[in-house]
């Protein structure tokens, strides 16, 4: 891969955007990297967490930039169609990351603007650096956000708070970020890879197949009315019932030997 970094250790994997020269931003190549590494993610039954992050710029700066935004160069000269082309294929390929069966924390050093704060809004969970940026820029270009940002902003920080940025094309800061819920954490540039493969090991060590379960729970229930979404959580949470990580979870607990570990087994696709 030419801007794509994956790096597998035992149970988490490591997607590292590197476009050092384009300060990480996507072009269709680059979706199409991305892509290829969730269907070798998916593939891959030991994989319980993955992160998403950003690769240091040219000079080395790691801190730079997550995901500067879309490539501005390649949609310059796009006709009608072949935007409306571009924009299905960035929507399908995070899309793909929100619906990953494993769950996706992105940790983001720097600049997450357009479609970088838009990739990040597909993961699951969002940690940052102090000097992280956010925005959707989009409008002071004469587009709009065209890769999920118009939908998501608004259902992770409210409406108002996501049309004011968006209306304005205001970027913020990490501060502010944490305080409207866009991000769960901050931390001290050089803390946050640590901090995020802590958080994928606390995961990882959970039953995967409940973990799934879990994710799979709350994102269908978003998108259904409250008597459905119970539905949906019913159904998973009987699924659960047929794994020997139930049987050997609720084993352990009711032996009260705290010697004993949640035995977990690779998720198998039923």
Do not use: H
């Not at 929507?91 to 838009?118: H, K, M, Q, S, Y």
């Amino acid at each position: 891969m030419n801007n794509l970094q994956l790096e597998i250790d035992g149970a988490i994997a490591v997607l590292t955007i590197s476009r050092p020269a384009a300060l990480n931003a996507l072009n269709s190549e680059t979706l199409e990297e991305i892509d290829a590494a969730l269907t070798e993610i998916e593939s891959n039954a030991d994989i319980r967490a993955v992160i998403l992050t950003g690769g240091p710029d040219k000079k080395g700066d790691a801190f730079k930039s997550f995901v500067a935004g879309a490539d501005i160069g390649e949609m310059s000269t796009l006709t009608k169609e072949e935007g409306e082309a571009f924009g299905k294929k960035g929507n399908d390929v995070f899309r793909r990351l929100e619906t990953l069966p494993v769950p996706v924390i992105c940790a983001i050093n720097g600049f997450a603007l357009g479609g970088g704060c838009e990739i990040a809004m597909s993961c699951d969970i969002r940690i940052c650096s102090e000097n992280a940026i956010f925005g959707q820029p989009e409008v002071g270009l004469g587009i709009t956000p065209g890769f999920g940002g118009t939908q998501r902003l608004a259902r992770i920080v409210g409406v108002g708070k996501a049309k004011e940025m968006i209306y304005g094309a205001r970027n913020i800061k990490a501060d502010e970020a944490y305080r409207i819920g866009l991000v769960n954490n901050v931390y001290p540039a050089e803390e946050l890879m640590p901090a995020a493969k802590k958080l994928a090991s606390i995961i990882a060590a959970n039953a995967p197949i409940a973990v799934r379960a879990c994710k799979k729970a709350i994102n269908d229930g978003l998108d259904a009315a409250m008597d459905d979404a119970i539905v949906i959580e019913e159904k998973l949470f009987g699924s659960c019932f047929e794994t020997e990580d139930q049987k050997a979870g609720m084993g352990n607990f009711l032996e009260k030997d705290p010697e004993k570990k949640l035995k977990v087994v690779p998720f198998q696709n039923k």
